[in-house]
Each structure stands twice: as C-alpha cells, then as structure tokens.
C-alpha cells in the first residue's frame, strides 16, 4: 500500500469521528414545531426524535370525526419527524464532509 500513512488515516478518522460525535451532540439543542389541519394540531419533536407536546385546537375536538383529528396528529407528528431528520443528516453530511448520507444504524 505503496502512498498511504496509516497514522495520518487513524489521524482524519479521529477527527471525523469527534465531528460526528459533535453533530450529534448538537442535536440535543433542536427542537423542530410542526403543524396541520391549518394549526388545529400543533407539536413539537426534539432532536432526538422524542415528541415534547401535542396542542389540539378545541375546534378540531369533533366527536363525529374522530379519524380527521387522528389524521392532522399523524401528520403533524410525520412532518416534524422530516424536519428532524432533514437537519440531521445536513449535520452529519458536513461532519463527514458528505460521506455519512445513509450510514447504516444512524436514525436519519
């Protein structure tokens, strides 16, 4: 393996592996709002894929149509989970400098 330095490889990998661990980390701070239904239903996800709070807006409580508000949940829930991931992998692609989009066992 005539060119390569495997000390400066062991070198580039320490530092890719502590700017993934850093990206992960900074996922603790993320917080992503989404909404459906034209507001009726409101939540929030963290980073970590977690959802912190639901908010239903007393005018989407229908008895009648129980499934309606099931759906705005399911899809308010769904597009916070999309912008959770979409932010993860911009901060994992730019600490593996592109190399890390669809790494096996990473959530996003």
């Given at each position: ?27 603790n701070e ?45 899809a308010a ?32």
């Amino acid at each position: 393996m005539a060119g390569i330095n495997m000390q400066q490889l062991m070198k580039q990998a320490q530092q890719m592996q502590k700017k993934l661990a850093e990206a992960q980390e900074s996922m603790n701070e993320v917080t992503v709002d989404a909404s459906a239904g034209g507001g009726m239903v409101k939540v929030t996800v963290d980073g970590n894929m977690q959802l912190q709070s639901v908010t239903i807006d007393p005018d989407a409580l229908d008895p009648e149509d129980v499934d309606m508000l099931q759906d705005m949940i399911v899809a308010a829930v769904n597009e916070a989970y999309r912008g959770v991931a979409e932010i993860a992998n911009k901060r994992m692609s730019a600490a593996t400098g592109g190399m890390g989009a669809g790494m096996p066992g990473m959530p996003f």
